[in-house]
């Protein structure tokens, strides 16, 4: 792409950069934090539909594998119509069922919903990542992509403590329904103030004058048309598959969000048991180790100096060994193996989609709905199989097993990417 295409050389965008930034903060912390707004009152969903802990756990795992599954459209999708539209569309439509869920009569309405969550999640989740790679360049490339990571990260906390906070104080309900409205400014966020991309502009023309012709055309020329687009989006898929550079990445996402979600799955149990005991209330608090995700600004523009490949290989060591920390049975040292853990995976994410825009150069969109749906298949077998490593080992099986895909993705690192 040339300097032309660049975020902050054009003229026109001088008196938005900061607002553009504020829009990519707050696109992934209200849109993202819908993921988790059931996982801390997963107790009072399942008095209140009566039903068991691990079927109240599919509000959490069910919306997991649908991001995961959704994913993969968007991204070519994006490639078509533009970045902008995908992101601020998905994101206004998921305002729908984050207001529903609060209506659910039953518990498969409610997981229905969810679902509708998940599949439009993506719109903004796995578009957002080319979006940034092609509007902004050099050190603030690196800074936008942290400020998308530390945007999802306080999704994420914010999901957790408010949906809890508000079900205390009021109920679930009122907790659900109350997502809806900071989703909606979000979006209004993300269309009032990021720019179209470049292209998109330059695109306009010709897309108005395929409009009239595809107005005008036959049917089977339509047909023909379609097809060719189904075809191409399966060449892009076929040829990022090809790019080792690439599958190296989504070896990278497929097994750093298995062994963050494991991890911080399982430690309730862990930490709740006979030897720590600690209470409810103490093991929300150690979430606030998700603070360690407002670092991703400054990883990002690290990454960006250092090199992409480094920044992964370092932040993924860190993880590691804040894992191998956790195996130390006093209290102090788990809680800063996790902060370790936890800082090296925020470190990890800006880098890894640093090195998407490096390595893709064409089909951006496709390329990142890939990563994203790889990253997301991880994460829901990280919410099912360290459960069974810690029915067979204990909490030195749940985190040997999430330590050993860490190696892999250091592996992978090392010789593929």
């Known amino acids: 792409m040339s300097s032309t295409t660049s975020f902050s050389p054009r003229p026109e965008q001088q008196g938005i950069r900061v607002g553009a930034l504020v829009a ?233 969000f298995f062994g963050f979600v494991g991890t911080f799955t399982y430690l309730p149990y862990y930490l709740s048991g006979p030897h720590f005991g600690l209470s409810t209330v103490q093991l929300g608090l150690v979430y606030l180790l998700w603070l360690t995700g407002l670092c991703s600004p400054i990883a990002g523009s690290l990454a960006e100096r250092v090199g992409s490949r480094r920044a992964i290989a370092v932040s993924m060591s860190v993880a590691s060994c804040g894992l191998v920390i956790t195996l130390i049975p006093q209290l102090p040292l788990v809680i800063a193996g996790l902060g370790l853990l936890a800082l090296g995976m925020f470190c990890t994410i800006p880098a890894v989609n640093l090195y998407l825009g490096e390595q893709a150069h064409k089909a951006k969109g496709t390329a990142a709905s890939l990563y994203l749906s790889c990253y997301y298949f991880g994460g829901s077998l990280g919410a099912v199989l360290p459960g069974v490593a810690l029915l067979h080992g204990g909490w030195p099986g749940v985190a040997l097993l999430c330590l050993g895909t860490m190696l892999v993705a250091i592996v992978s690192d090392l010789v593929l990417c």
């Open 24 to 256: 990519l903060f707050l696109g992934p912390a209200f849109v993202f934090a819908n993921m988790y707004t059931t996982q801390a009152i997963l107790p009072v969903l399942s008095r209140a539909f009566r039903v068991d802990a691990p079927t109240a756990g599919l509000t959490i795992s069910l919306i997991v594998l649908a991001v995961a599954v959704g994913s993969l459209f968007y991204g070519p999708l994006s490639d078509r119509i533009g970045r902008k539209i995908v992101m601020v569309g998905s994101s206004l439509l998921i305002t729908v069922p984050t207001l529903l869920c609060a209506f659910a009569p039953n518990f498969p309405t409610l997981l229905a919903l969810r679902a509708l969550q998940g599949l439009l999640m993506p719109g903004l989740t796995s578009v957002a990542i080319s979006y940034v790679n092609e509007e902004f360049r050099g050190y603030e490339r690196g800074l936008a992509m942290g400020v998308y990571v530390s945007g999802q990260t306080l999704g994420g906390l914010f999901a957790r403590l408010g949906s809890a906070a508000l079900t205390a104080a009021t109920n679930w309900q009122i907790a659900l329904f109350s997502f809806s409205l900071p989703t909606l400014i979000a979006a209004l966020a993300m269309w009032r103030f990021l720019p179209d991309t470049q292209e998109q502009r330059l695109q306009r023309p010709h897309l108005l004058q395929e409009r009239r012709f595809l107005s005008r055309a036959s049917k089977p020329t339509s047909d023909a048309s379609g097809s060719n687009v189904l075809r191409q989006s399966l060449s892009d898929i076929w040829l990022h598959l090809h790019n080792r550079h690439l599958v190296g990445a989504f070896i990278i996402g497929f097994t750093l």
